[in-house]
């Protein structure tokens, strides 16, 4: 089903990417709202060639190992990241802590990064110990009657 306009968080992403601020961009909801559908559909329009999305579901043993291993390609490829259940991966926040705050020493723009989850506390735990002043939350709802419509 294509889209005509942008769902309100998506417009959201869009202008904190073209802002460039380098912080990490957070989009957490609950299950089923179309985050991993709406976020694919929006890179692959505007950024059909420069972004490197993976999902921690889709990994037997998705670890710190694993985030390092996805940050230094899209580092090495200079694309996007976008890493979807985020929540799924142990130790997720000070992996992702250490890595921006690396990108940032090494005076580099480093990588910029899109995560996804679920509106866990584990999330958010994360987000307000390891990652204060390192992301932008979006939060996505559900569609409402509108958005339902105009899709």
Known sequence: MKRKVLLPWVSQIKTHLLQKTGLIQVILGPRQVGKTTSI?????????????????????????AWVRENWLEARRTRKLLVIDEIQKVAN???????????????????????LLGSSSL???????????GR????????????ESHEG
């Open 135 to 146: 992301f932008q939350l979006v939060r996505a709802h559900h569609w409402n009657y509108r």
């Open 40 to 64: 694919l559909e929006f890179l692959n329009k505007e950024y059909p060639d420069s972004h490197l999305y993976v999902a921690a579901d889709r990994v037997f043993h998705s670890n710190p």
């Open 92 to 114: 997720w926040a000070e992996s992702i802590k250490a890595l921006y705050d690396e990108d940032r020493r090494s005076q580099g723009k480093g990588v910029r990064c899109i």
């Open 122 to 132: 584990e999330i958010q735990k994360g987000l307000t110990e390891s990652l204060t």
